[in-house]
C-alpha cells in the first residue's frame, strides 16, 4: 500500500513556475514507478511524466517536454514535478500516482493516486 499527498499547487502568471511534490507513505516507495498526471474540467486525464522506481528511466508527453521535469529522493519518499515557463493551458488539477511497474507515457492505469493539488495560470 502507498498513500500520497500531493503539495505545491497555487496560482501563478503564464511564464512562471512551479515545484509540485507529492509525499508517500510506506517502506516500499522505492519499490514503485511513479507518474505526474493532469485534468482539466472537461477534458481527458493527461499523464505527464513518469519515472522508474530507481529513478534511470523517465519519460515525458510532448506537451510538456522541455518544461517540466521529475524527479524523486527514494530516501525521503517524495516525488517532484518542476513546472517551467508554465502557460494557461497548463491549468488543470495535478495528480500523482504509483504502479509496480514502469511503463513509460503510454499506461495509465497506475495502482495509487493522490487527491490532486489545483495548478492555476493566469495569462
Known amino acids: 500500500q502507498v498513500q500520497l499527498v500531493e503539495s505545491g499547487g497555487g496560482l501563478v502568471q503564464a511564464g512562471g513556475s512551479l515545484r509540485l511534490s507529492c509525499a508517500a507513505s510506506?517502506?516500499?516507495?522505492?519499490?514503485?514507478?511513479m507518474g505526474w498526471f493532469r485534468q482539466a474540467p472537461g477534458k481527458e486525464r493527461e499523464l505527464l511524466a513518469a519515472?522508474?522506481?530507481?529513478?534511470?528511466?523517465?519519460a515525458y508527453a510532448d506537451s510538456v517536454k522541455g518544461r517540466f521535469t521529475i524527479s524523486r529522493d527514494n530516501a525521503k519518499n517524495m516525488v517532484y514535478l518542476q513546472m517551467n515557463s508554465l502557460k494557461p493551458e497548463d491549468t488543470a488539477v495535478y495528480y500523482c500516482?504509483?504502479?509496480?511497474?514502469?511503463?513509460?507515457?503510454?499506461?495509465?492505469?497506475?495502482?495509487?493516486w493522490g487527491q490532486g493539488t489545483q495548478v492555476t495560470v493566469s495569462s
Open positions: 500516482a504509483a504502479d509496480k511497474v514502469y511503463r513509460g507515457t503510454k499506461y495509465y492505469e497506475y495502482d495509487y
Open positions: 510506506g517502506r516500499t516507495f522505492s519499490t514503485f514507478a
Open positions: 519515472i522508474s522506481f530507481s529513478g534511470d528511466l523517465i
